[in-house]
């Protein structure tokens, strides 16, 4: 809960709103058009996706991710001494409208979305939702506007590959889906994070070590430690490869990490290593999009990570750039 002091200064801040009228991200301006992207470096959209199968609110955590934001003096990183506001035009183009209860119309909203702000040669970044909409769309859409190669370092404690889900793109099974349908992305070229205990069958496993996929166990996770593991990720998913995109599943973090969150297992990654890891792989200069899914939409730990998460990454590229 913030402090008197900070809800008081939040009330005198001159609040500034996005399209559905939220406070935007972090002080970014709002975009409402194709028109207001030109002038900018990076955008922040909205996925209000919630699955079927799975719901926690993700679909209103777009929303609560900038409101956890209000928390925040600014977006100057005092750890890092970086401002990445002070050399990126960072606007928040809202939350995508996406039909009720109609999954491949989500997908084709969020592609259309992603593409927007791609032919403006904005970064786009992501936040909410779940897959596949929040995850296979996005990097479909960035993947046909990539000429080459694209490295993904994805941080989730599943490994959405189970082949009984199919392989439709409107699976929630993204990762397979992606591999199986997608060219340019490389699999040798992706990093799979976080994953650990009894939710990974031998089978989804397997997808993995046949494509040569390198994966990042938890255990391994915490014998690296945060600064090396951030440069063990970088370095084998932007080796050789044009562009580099980081998706990070909430539900990569140990239990310890989300006290208000029951849905995260032990044994998972720390805070500091998803942050670690978004700052490198913003300053690898290869960042082509920074997409995070699984936002419990009642979960205040986790929304206030978010935001961290998107900063980093945007102090990595501000660096790059």
Not at 110 to 124: F, G, H, S
Request: with cysteine.
């Amino acid at each position: 809960m913030p402090s008197f002091e900070v809800t008081v200064g939040i009330t005198d801040r001159e609040l500034v709103l996005n399209r559905q009228g939220v406070p935007c991200f972090l002080g970014a301006r709002p975009a409402q058009s194709a028109q207001d992207l030109q002038a900018a470096d990076v955008a922040i959209v909205g996925i209000p996706f919630v699955s079927p199968l799975i719901g926690y609110e993700n679909d209103v955590a777009p929303r609560k991710v900038r409101i956890a934001g209000l928390g925040y003096e600014g977006s100057y990183i005092s750890e890092l001494d970086i401002d990445p506001a002070e050399s990126l035009a960072i606007v928040d183009y809202g939350d995508i409208n996406l039909p009720f209860g109609d999954t491949i119309a989500a997908m084709a909203a969020t592609e259309t979305a992603v593409t927007a702000l791609l032919d403006a040669d904005c970064l786009p970044v992501t936040i909410g939702g779940n897959a596949p909409v929040a995850s296979y769309a996005v990097t479909n859409a960035i993947a046909k506007r990539t000429n080459g190669s694209i490295g993904v370092i994805s941080f989730d404690g599943h490994t959405d590959t189970a082949p009984e889900y199919g392989d439709e793109p409107n699976s929630s099974n993204w990762v397979r889906v992606a591999y199986l349908s997608i060219p340019n992305l490389s699999p040798t070229n992706h990093v799979q994070i976080g994953m650990r205990g009894m939710n990974n069958p031998r089978r989804n496993m397997a997808f993995f070590r046949e494509r040569g996929m390198r994966t990042i166990m938890a255990p391994e996770v915490r014998g690296l430690g945060n600064r090396r593991l951030a440069e063990e990720a970088v370095r084998h998913a932007s080796t050789g490869t044009d562009k580099l995109w980081l998706a990070v599943d909430l539900d990569v973090l140990d239990s310890r990490e989300t006290p208000d969150w029951d849905w995260p297992d032990p044994y998972g990654v720390g805070a500091s290593d998803i942050l670690e890891t978004a700052f490198a792989a913003g300053r690898s200069g290869k960042l082509c999009g920074i997409s995070l899914m699984m936002i419990g939409g009642t979960v205040p730990s986790v929304q206030r990570l978010a935001t961290w998460i998107v900063l980093y990454g945007l102090a990595g590229y501000a660096t790059a750039k």
